[in-house]
């Protein structure tokens, strides 16, 4: 992969750093695309160190703040010709109401919406790989309990109403929706695929989640698998020649095609969520896309 470039979204950690750095080994040109720019500097010259790849770069990306992803973009698309993999990796889980610098749901907004408009926006740079790009989404099987509230995407209904699981189920829905729409509208030039990633010791749970919810996911993560296996589907999509022309599917974390929930393939649903999105995000679309979406 010694002449691919991939973008990787929450490259620092995790499921993203464990993909990072096979890819890596694999030879290809990276960009880390993260919310701290010195954590993924240092995450970058350590793969380096550790694959001999020094092939990486980085690149700021607060995917809770539509302007900061215009502007990752911009810069991505100033330096960089094409782009063969775009992996849209980082999220965010929380059991409290947050929001996002625009007023979403913060889980809606960082795990659907912010990747939503970093994929638009970095159309140009996958269309110059015309039939060769690969949009790859994490999701989880968790999707599978997913419901659309499109009445309550910016919190609406208030603290007191707030599930964190069910608003990070509705974001993992949000992203196969997504990826059934995408390859919709763009599978003649691209590839897009989604996953589940198994159920992968990170620190997505100890970050943001309460005191309770954090302890509870501390005791359960040795029992669950490693960010280096739950990276195994996420590298088997942006490498392997097997899925070159597969588009527009679901897979687990043993690498097979699966059928997402019934409501995740509901094509009336992925248009209204594409639709609700594309409005959501119209003024932070980099210039030239807003004729072309």
């Not at 996953?195 to 989640?209: E, F, M, S, Y």
């Not at 996420?234 to 490498?239: G, K, N, P, Q, T």
Request: with cysteine; aromatic share 6%; net charge neutral.
């Amino acid at each position: 992969m010694d002449t691919k470039t991939i973008l990787i979204t929450g490259g620092n950690d995790g499921i993203g750093r464990a993909t990072a750095e096979r890819l890596a080994a694999r030879g290809a040109h990276l960009v880390l695309a993260c919310r701290d720019d010195v954590k993924a500097q240092r995450t970058a010259q350590q793969i380096a160190e550790k694959t001999g790849n020094e092939n990486i770069d980085t690149l700021p990306l607060d995917l809770a703040d539509l302007s900061s992803v215009r502007d990752a973009a911009q810069e991505f698309l100033a330096e960089h010709p094409k782009l063969d993999v775009l992996i849209n990796n980082a999220g965010v889980y929380t059991d409290r109401l947050e929001r996002t610098k625009e007023g979403y749901e913060l889980q809606f907004g960082v795990n659907h919406l912010g990747h939503f408009l970093l994929t638009l926006n970095l159309l140009p740079a996958l269309q110059c790989c015309r039939l060769c790009s690969r949009v790859i989404n994490v999701s989880s099987a968790l999707h599978k309990k997913g419901v659309l509230d499109f009445e309550n995407l910016r919190g609406e209904k208030g603290s007191r109403n707030y599930n964190g699981s069910a608003a990070y189920a509705q974001s993992k829905l949000a992203n196969v929706l997504f990826t059934m729409e995408l390859d919709r509208r763009y599978g003649t030039e691209l590839t897009t695929n989604c996953l589940h990633p198994g159920v992968v010791g990170t620190r997505l749970a100890n970050k943001k989640a309460g005191a309770l919810t954090s302890t509870v996911w501390t005791m359960y993560k040795p029992f669950a698998s490693s960010p280096e296996k739950g990276a195994n589907t996420s590298v088997y999509l942006a490498s392997s020649p097997e899925v070159r022309e597969v588009s527009g599917r679901y897979f687990d974390e043993h690498q097979c095609l699966r059928k997402p929930s019934s409501i995740a393939r509901n094509e009336q649903l992925a248009r209204r969520l594409w639709e609700y999105s594309e409005r959501a995000v119209a003024d932070y679309l980099v210039q030239g896309m807003q004729g072309e979406i």
